[in-house]
């Protein structure tokens, strides 16, 4: 009878608690917007890898409905316009793509993707000097990003927007 009591106990409290967690973790797990931009950029870079152009561009385009919105309920964000820049340029809106790269270097100039990425739209539009002076920017930062804009402004690495 103790056993019996003492099995019925220790369900339930494991019962409630596992229904406790599931309830709680759902209310912490919700993406922002920008959460979903990222993802969708992720996505299309490993499809880019791939050699599956338009499904990249597609999520890319998505990614950029996410960062739009995400702008729009909180402006003047670095990150968000680094990202806007990116997935503008990589659907091949390089104007649009600069401009949004310039409005993320006013806020944080020196932003090391953005100075990366507008580093390698100068490179894809043909402005290889403004390409050498974001280079320039990002040389003492002992980063990843300098050696990549190297390699895309050196011709080691192509560049494809």
């Known amino acids: 009878m103790i056993k019996k009591i003492f099995f019925s106990m220790f369900f339930l409290i494991f019962l409630a608690g596992t229904s406790f967690a ?30 599956k152009t338009e499904k990249a561009i ?10 739009l919105k995400s702008n729009k309920k909180k402006p003047n964000k670095a990150d968000t316009l680094n990202y806007l820049g990116f997935a503008t ?14 409005q993320g270097l006013a806020i944080e100039p020196n932003h090391i993707g953005i100075n990366e990425y507008l580093g390698e739209l100068y490179v894809a ?12 920017i990002l040389e003492k930062c002992n980063c990843k990003e300098y050696n ?8 080691s690495k192509k560049s494809k927007y």
């Open 58 to 67: 597609k999520r890319y385009e998505r990614a950029i409905k996410f960062l």
């Open 89 to 102: 340029r990589k659907v091949g809106d390089f104007e649009n793509g600069e401009r949004y790269y310039l």
């Open 22 to 51: 599931a309830g709680s973790s759902d209310s912490g797990s919700k993406k922002t917007l920008y959460d979903k931009a990222v993802e969708q950029i992720k996505i299309a870079k490993k499809l880019e890898k791939k050699g």
């Open 148 to 155: 990549q804009l190297k390699g895309v402004i050196d011709g």
């Open 125 to 136: 539009t043909n402005r290889m000097d403004l390409a050498k002076e974001r280079l320039s």
